[in-house]
């Protein structure tokens, strides 16, 4: 069962910052925070994970709060080709890898 | 060179009928899953296998029966196919232990 909360849509302008939220207030100290998301009719694509320190890569940064309490993930320059839906999963480092998706965000990168 | 890689794309049959949706990877991984995506674009676990030998099987009805003949594919045959079973099944693999998925472009059902 999904254990995150986060907003059903959002929109951003192409070329700025997109911010997206997460919630997972129940999280526990061994699970990460995981970030994919599903172009249209494409499979989900990994974007980034995190324990409790900051992460980026090249597709985008990870921050989480102190408490872990909440994590956003920014994409620093929005195109188009970043219009998808967005999902936030929490799961232990240990479970034999299965992953429980929500229902994730749907952003939108308006020209 | 694709990295995951299912076969059909798109499947339309109709219901009662048997059929098969095949999924390979070249990535070397040891750990192969199938999702299913329904029409609300809830993307659920359906089985997880790990070198050939199942692992996670998430209360699907034993209509679906995996299998998996190598470590490198992992197939999918569905029995007497109703019209519930319409879906997007997505096909991953990942290392053992790791914490990446590598999805495939899917697989559309259609039962008429």
């Known amino acids: 069962d999904a254990k995150t909360t986060q907003p059903t849509s959002m929109d951003c302008a192409e070329g700025r910052a997109a911010n997206l939220p997460c919630n997972h207030s129940?999280?526990?100290?061994?699970?990460?925070v995981y970030w994919y998301r599903q172009i249209h009719s494409q499979g989900p694509q990994y974007i980034i994970h995190?324990?409790?320190n900051n992460e980026t890569n090249e597709m985008a940064s990870l921050i989480i709060t102190e408490d872990r309490k909440s994590s956003t993930l920014i994409l620093p320059h929005a195109t188009l080709r970043d219009t998808a839906v967005y999902y936030c999963?929490?799961?232990?480092?240990?479970?034999?890898?299965?992953?429980?998706f929500g229902t994730g965000t749907s952003l939108t990168v308006i020209p | 060179d694709t990295a995951v890689s299912q076969t059909p794309k798109y499947l339309v049959t109709q219901m009662g009928n048997d059929k098969s949706i095949k999924c390979e990877q070249n990535?070397?991984?040891?750990?192969m899953y199938w999702y299913k995506q329904d029409s609300k674009k809830f993307l659920k676990i359906m089985f997880s296998?790990?070198?050939?030998?199942?692992?996670i099987n998430e209360t699907v009805p034993n209509r679906f029966s995996p299998k998996s003949p190598d470590k490198a594919h992992l197939n999918l045959h569905i029995n007497s196919l109703e019209l519930g079973d319409s879906a997007v099944y997505f096909c991953?693999?990942?290392?053992?232990?790791?914490?990446?998925?590598?999805f495939g472009a899917g697989s559309r059902l259609t039962v008429l």
């Open positions: 990535l070397g991984h040891d750990t």
């Open positions: 991953a693999s990942s290392p053992l232990g790791a914490n990446v998925l590598t």
């Open positions: 999963i929490v799961r232990p480092s240990n479970t034999g890898n299965q992953f429980y």
């Open positions: 995190g324990l409790k």
């Open positions: 129940t999280i526990s100290g061994n699970e990460y």
């Open positions: 296998y790990n070198n050939k030998e199942l692992i």
